[in-house]
């Protein structure tokens, strides 16, 4: 792809297509969410407060009236409301086009979730492996190609996969917990586009980054942990240096809809130091391409959370 500058009113008409965004009630999940509703896909909000998705939704209506929407509850730091959402999705779905697994939180301090899993690995990895194998079967029965997205940060680059402290129980740093679990985002993508290549499965796995993007999520670690300098100097950073929401959820929207995705690309934004611009495929580090690592990494999530994946794989 060259870099010209591709905007959303590049995706056309998605009528038709049924997408699924996690955290879509604020920030880049917001916008993607939005930018599909626009043009003609029916989009399912997947919010972990209904309220703030409803909200959204009144959002999303205000610019586009016909806009077709629906608020799921999902909280991904609770696997019993992974299985409820999955539930109510197959319950009034019967397609699934496109899976947005953009929702995470980002250098927090040290918490766990419902079933005990550091809140970071757990919500940003753990619970999007989770989701995604329970609705992998509906996206495999879905006429035509479809797709899983997965959203991760160019700070996978400063990450490593700790298994001998995977969950920061004797150690922990919070950006170093954040940079694993968007680490684990590309390891599993590319885990998953390799398997489902063995398949034979017309379903893709992307990666995408949005670069930096002000949003909300900066402000929840500082909020959290009470530094007021943390939270002034994120507030003069995403005002100086960031780029919009709007432009952020760009590589999403690529990742998500280009014709020209094969599946394995990590999409992110192509200008300067890969921060801000348009969309265009990216390199991610050796360590994002480390096949054994990322089974190791398959294989300890499906033992932490009991999802295993339906698809027969052969040697890769």
Known sequence: MKDSGWRAKQMGDLSGTTIVV??????????AARAFAHHGAHVVLACRSTGRGHEAI????ETSPDASTTVLELDLADLTSIEEFTTAFKESHDALHILCNNAGVMALPRSETVDGFETQFGVNHLGHFVLTGNLLD????????????????????????NFDDLQGEYSYDEWDAYSQSKLANL??????????????????????????AA????RRGPELSGSTLRLWMTKIANTIIAQDAE??????????????????EYIGPGGFMNMRGPPK???????????????????????????TYDLETTEH
């Open 22 to 31: 996690t955290g879509a009630n604020s920030g880049l999940g917001y916008e």
């Open 58 to 61: 009144e959002r999303i209506q």
């Open 138 to 161: 509906v996206l495999r029965k879905t006429d035509g190609e479809t797709r899983v997205v997965t959203q991760s940060s160019g700070l996978h680059e400063r990450g490593e996969i």
């Open 187 to 212: 390891l599993f993508a590319y885990e998953l586009q390799r398997r489902l290549s063995s398949a034979g499965s017309d379903v893709l796995s992307v990666a995408c980054h949005p670069g930096y």
């Open 215 to 218: 949003t909300n999520l900066q």
């Open 247 to 264: 432009t952020g959820a760009l590589p999403l929207l690529y990742a998500a809809t280009a014709p020209d995705i094969t599946g394995g």
């Open 281 to 307: 495929p990216q390199s991610s580090t050796d360590r994002s391409h480390d096949e054994k690592a990322a089974e190791r990494l398959w294989e300890i999530s499906e033992e932490l959370t009991g999802v």
